[in-house]
Nanobody, 121 residues
Framework: QVQPVESGGGLVQAGGSLRLSCAAS????????MGWFRQASGKERVFVAG????????YYADSVKGRFTISRDNAKNMVYLQMNSLKPEDTAVYYC??????????????WGQGTQVTVSS
């Protein structure tokens, strides 16, 4: 079954940075708009950031605007999320998938395992 593989999460202090990666092995994603989503414990999965197929148009949830940057490398079939000035409220499991109008579109067979980001105060 085709799944994305998210990585790069970890434990970081407030104000720190992390860079998440999404490897889309088994599925060429270069023609899809892609996005990052996150799910905090006990809450629903929500949109974080998205970009178009070429990467020249990006958009963000208000809660991360100015702190996070989404990018992609279609040659490597990868999507990234640079997270700066992290806050405890950014703590969640982060997932990548297709996106349309801030809603997930499953371009893979299923969601990946995600990568845990924990921000301590």
């Amino acid at each position: 079954q085709v799944q994305p593989v998210e990585s790069g999460g970890g434990l970081v202090q407030a104000g720190g940075s992390l860079r998440l990666s999404c490897a889309a092995s088994g599925r060429t994603i270069s023609s899809y708009a892609m996005g990052w989503f996150r799910q905090a414990s006990g809450k629903e999965r929500v949109f974080v950031a998205g970009l178009n197929w070429s990467g020249d148009s990006t958009y963000y949830a208000d809660s991360v605007k100015g702190r996070f940057t989404i990018s992609r490398d279609n040659a490597k079939n990868m999507v990234y999320l640079q997270m700066n000035s992290l806050k405890p409220e950014d703590t969640a499991v982060y997932y990548c998938n297709g996106v349309v109008n801030r809603r997930p579109v499953n371009v893979f067979g299923s969601w990946g395992q995600g990568t845990q980001v924990t921000v301590s105060s």
